[in-house]
């Protein structure tokens, strides 16, 4: 592969004399370091410091201009996962007329996307943390298509899964090592720096024990558009792949086993009447597993990144988690939530080992692959009695490494039992209609008229009209939620309805103002916005 930046050759000259003059100009997007992408005309990088360099001249740019808080703690994150110490960006600042006893600059004239990739060694990080953020960072920016050129800026090597990254774009992505040999001053003519956070979905403990995000914003919809254009560059055909359903056993050959394989591919296939294949990262290609997962009724495996895969199953696919001893599911969802995000369609279940006697564990192994042979024996004695590793932080607790490496022998019929409370008949896609889930409108041209009987009694008739968008759509069900709140008070009384008028007349006071909020709901779940206000006086 080709490390030459670019066959179109550049005017060197006026490359150069644009730098001088113009130096450096920055505009970013975000608020704060954690959600900035900053966009780069003449972005410079000092192999030799190993720092980024803005020039400034009386043209440069820098948006925002933070002063020293550029320091506090950083300008941006240069990795998707969010505000970690050894992920931070920053560059120095010289003036441009430095460059006069600098080394010559060498300038790539691709659009580059600058990044931290986080763990590239591991396929759920490779996924979760590198692939789809740099996906959609790159579907931000017009700038970057295809032609893109990935700078990895986090100081590994290629690692085990550089074939993945390389599919993003049609140019050989550099790592950081490799940018020595281009020159000891690069200047980027046009750059992107760091990764949009918008598809992640899990927080891996740094401060607070491993969970969900708080606030996930992908639905299953984005992550089946990656999925697709994968499958594309990839090249993976359907052609060879079983014509019937099948189940697949997604097995890990180094650590954390299932001892009774076998067996288990066996009961599957008896109990669901389907083929069940076996498929690792060891003993098949990358195309070869996309492939045979995204035509599968059910994948099975240990939990672990190789589950990132699930990602590729069709939609009404079931995804059977298995967590060894003392591992307590609720507590490690990486695979859970990406199963379970809105519109992924799919079906998740886990299953845990309880039985003491079908795990077995590995006291002597290396501290990183769960031994605990370095530690205190109480500690150990308290480790081994425990039955439930507590929740912890990230990354070196030996107790939940220790347990996380065991291996296991599956109860067949408490697994069974598991996935039959959730698959009551043949587990895979159905030919099913996906809701479309998408929400109403405000209700429309909202209207009140009051009527006083007596001194005691009052009525309040409320009509609205459908949102606007309910006439193109095919929605089963439609309701109307409406409050009814005494002007000045806290509470107020809520209804739901399937009328388009309503008279109340339950606690309306005579000669009271009331503020009526109305918004309209699909199928129970799909909450619209509340129309304006409404002021009913009585
Ligand atoms: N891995 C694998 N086979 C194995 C063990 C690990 O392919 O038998 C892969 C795994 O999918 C992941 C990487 O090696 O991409 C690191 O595995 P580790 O156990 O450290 O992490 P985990 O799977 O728990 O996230």
């Given amino acids: 592969q080709s490390q030459e930046l670019s066959q179109v050759r550049i005017d060197y000259h006026a490359a150069l004399q644009a730098l001088v003059e113009d130096g450096t100009k920055m505009v970013c997007t975000g608020r704060m370091h954690t959600d900035r992408i900053c966009r780069f005309e003449s ?11 803005f ?66 060694d591991n396929l759920m990080h490779v996924f979760h943390d590198d692939l789809l953020p740099i996906f959609y960072t790159m579907q931000q920016f017009p700038d970057l298509d295809l032609e893109t050129r990935l700078f990895f800026m986090e100081g590994w090597g290629e690692g085990l899964h550089f074939e993945l990254y390389r599919l993003l774009s049609s140019k050989q992505p550099l790592l950081r090592e490799q940018l020595k040999t281009l020159g000891r001053l690069l200047c980027f003519t046009k750059s992107y720096v760091g990764l949009s956070k918008i598809t992640t979905w899990y927080q891996y403990g740094f401060v607070q024990p ?29 052609e060879g792949i079983p014509g019937e359903e099948y189940i697949i056993v997604f097995s890990r050959t180094i650590n954390r086993l299932i001892l009774n394989e076998a067996e288990l591919i066996l009961a599957l296939a008896q109990e669901f009447q389907m083929k069940t294949i076996t498929v690792s990262i060891e003993d098949h290609t990358f195309s070869e597993i996309v492939r045979l997962i995204s035509n599968a009724s059910m994948l099975v495996s240990m939990h672990g990144a190789q589950l990132v895969l699930s990602l590729f199953l069709p939609r009404g696919a079931t995804v059977v988690e298995l967590f060894p001893f003392a591992i307590n599911p609720e507590h490690y969802t990486p695979y859970k939530t990406l199963s379970t995000l809105p519109g992924m369609d799919l079906q998740y279940i886990s299953w845990q080992n309880t039985e003491k006697e079908n795990t077995v564990t590995y006291p002597d192994r290396p501290w990183d692959q769960g031994g605990i042979a370095h530690l205190d024996k109480t500690e150990q004695e308290r480790i081994i009695k425990s039955s439930e590793v507590p929740r912890h932080l990230c990354c070196r607790n030996p107790e939940w490494l220790f347990r996380i490496y065991q291996d296991t022998k599956i109860n067949i019929a408490s697994l069974i039992q598991v996935i039959r409370q959730t698959v009551k008949t043949k587990p895979g896609p159905k030919k099913q209609k996906w809701t479309s889930g998408l929400y109403p409108g405000k209700v429309r041209d909202a209207k009140c008229q009051a009527s006083v ?14 949102p606007w968008n309910l ?25 739901i309805l399937s009328q388009q008028n309503h008279t109340f007349s339950d606690n309306i006071k005579p000669f009271t103002n009331y503020l009526v909020w109305i918004r309209c709901i699909f199928n129970k779940n799909l909450l619209g916005p509340f129309a304006d206000v409404l002021v009913c006086s009585t």
Avoid at 43 to 53: D, I, N, R
Avoid at 454 to 463: F, M, R
């Fill in 471 to 495: 006439k193109y759509l095919k929605v089963r069900e439609v309701r109307y939620e409406v409050w009814i709140q005494e002007q000045g008070e806290n509470t107020y009384m809520p209804y």
């Fill in 55 to 120: 020039f400034h001249s009386s043209s440069s740019v820098m948006l925002p201009n933070l002063g020293s808080r550029r320091f506090q703690p950083a300008l941006l994150d240069l990795s998707s996962v969010e505000d970690h110490n050894t992920q931070y960006f920053n560059f120095v600042e010289l003036p441009a007329a430095a460059l006069k006893f600098m080394p010559k600059p060498v300038f790539v004239p691709d659009v580059a996307l600058i990044m931290n990739r986080f763990n590239p």
């Fill in 43 to 53: 972005l410079c990088y000092s192999t030799e410091a190993e720092e980024f360099v």
């Fill in 210 to 238: 491993q969970g969900p995000k708080a606030n996930i914003l992908v639905s299953g919809s984005e992550i089946r558009q990656f999925k697709t254009f994968m499958m594309e560059r990839l090249n993976v055909s359907l």
């Fill in 453 to 466: 009987q007596g001194t005691s009694e009052a009525k309040l008739s409320v009509s609205w009209q459908i």
